[in-house]
């Protein structure tokens, strides 16, 4: 039995990978270490998604080459979308890699290990089309907040994403599946479940009813004892409906907070851009998803310099954005993706698309500048994630903010805090466009 690291990049839908990948690794009984250094063999499930993601999955290897030609670490099996959307170069170019496999062989990580063990070359690419594999995961997110994938792949083909290639159509779970994996999250004591997917919001349209079900699935996940926050992420605009929005209004275990990516507002990108939908559209779908849930946080992400985006289609995009007032908002500059449509249209060039992205960030700190104000002496619930060493200071999040994307709270308490508790916090200033406040007496 050998000593197996992993390390896990990009997204946390790739990171549910890894801990399944964990979970068979030690489940054929091999050992799982937390530090990479002396292991036999080391696992890193990349992202390529974009240049910045594929730049940073190449450094982690070349990092772990250095590590392996010292002696440090053993062999070098590379997975994931940068290993799926680079089948002949990873191997030609890095030869420090001994083996890779695709996102649709990730339920062979057992056998890959065992070959290269046995000093065999692997390259496996099974179908990206492939229905999902139930099997368990080894979290390694902390124990009181977890992702669950209800689907995988994508079928919306935007012009500008490469995704679909990567992961191949969409591929909705057995809600029995997410239920029973659900419930043991629940009682490993898991009080945040945060539902992710390439696409929650079509979740079971392509099951033989054609319906969407995520309504239903989060109707179910409410009734799960246990979970005291459950979190949607990356619901695509033109598929809320009114059932989605009642459940979200109804239940308290789901936070008013919804992850939109709408990417730009201008129509005439948007339907350049194969999206569904245009700027009116999503200006009425925030103003209704606002009347009819009283104070829900919007996120959304925001690509600058897609093709056809000149001066006055950037223009509107930044008036859309002082109007609307979302709470949540990332910018990132266009990345043109070789093998996508909008690779092969006119754009900016870089460095105008970056300077228009650094734009909007300096129109959302102002927004959420005045959101934070508007905290100021508010008592919220804050779910305590941690203390800081560095600031000796116990720090958490509310509901308006999701792990690793949003901001912090930082605690002032005449106690310890447990890791994973709820406390009530009166806020009390600002740190760093991060809010502060002082934890009250139960």
Not at 287 to 292: A, G, H, N, P, T
Not at 388 to 408: K, N
């Amino acid at each position: 039995m050998a000593n197996i690291g992993f390390i896990s990049l990009g997204c946390a839908k790739n990171q549910v990978d890894c801990e399944r990948m964990m979970y068979r690794v030690q489940e054929a009984g091999h050992t799982v270490k937390a530090d990479i250094v002396g292991s036999d063999v080391v696992v890193i499930n990349t992202c390529g998604f974009i240049d910045s993601a594929q730049s940073e999955a190449i450094e982690f290897i070349l990092q772990t080459a250095a590590l392996k030609a010292e002696g440090h670490v053993g062999k070098i099996l590379v997975t994931g979308c940068l290993s799926q959307r680079y089948q002949d170069e990873i191997l030609e170019l890095m030869p420090e890699v001994d083996g890779i496999l695709g996102t649709g062989s990730y339920t062979e990580i057992v056998p890959a290990i065992e070959s290269l063990l046995n000093e065999e070359t692997v390259r496996d690419f099974g179908s990206i089309d492939a229905p999902e594999q139930e099997t368990g995961r080894i979290l390694t997110t902390p124990e009181h907040y977890a992702y669950i994938k209800i689907a995988e792949g994508c079928d919306n083909r935007c012009a500008y994403c490469i995704i679909p290639y990567l992961r191949g159509k969409f591929r909705s779970r057995q809600m029995d599946d997410v239920l029973y994996e659900a419930r043991l999250l629940a009682d490993s004591g898991v009080k945040e479940l945060i539902v992710v997917a390439q696409d929650t919001s079509r979740y079971g349209t392509d099951f033989p009813e054609h319906k969407r079900l995520l309504p239903e699935l989060l109707r179910e996940l409410c009734k799960i004892d246990g979970f005291h926050w459950i979190r949607i992420h990356y619901v695509y605009p033109d598929e809320i409906d009114d059932a989605l929005i009642d459940v979200m209004a109804e239940e308290p275990k789901i936070v008013k907070y919804l992850d939109i990516p709408i990417q730009h507002c201008n129509s005439k990108i948007l339907k350049l851009m194969n999206r569904r939908g245009d700027g009116p559209f999503l200006k009425a779908l925030f103003e209704k998803l606002r009347s009819r849930i009283p104070g829900i946080v919007l996120r959304t992400s925001i690509i600058t310099g897609l093709p056809g985006e000149g001066e006055e289609e950037f223009a509107e995009l930044c008036e859309f954005l002082k109007e609307l007032r979302l709470e949540r908002v990332g910018a990132f500059p266009f990345s043109p993706e070789e093998g996508t449509p909008a690779a092969e249209m006119s754009f900016v060039d870089a460095s105008v698309a970056q300077e228009r992205a650094q734009m909007v960030e300096s129109i959302q700190s102002r927004i959420m500048d005045d959101y934070a104000q508007a905290m100021m002496g508010k008592a919220l619930e804050v779910l305590v994630d941690g203390y800081d060493e560095e600031y000796e200071q116990y720090f958490g999040r509310t509901y308006a903010d999701s792990p690793e994307i949003d901001g912090r709270v930082w605690l002032a308490s005449q106690d310890d805090l447990s890791e994973g508790t709820f406390v009530t916090v009166q806020i009390g200033g600002v740190v760093d466009g991060e809010l502060s406040g002082f934890v009250l007496e139960e």
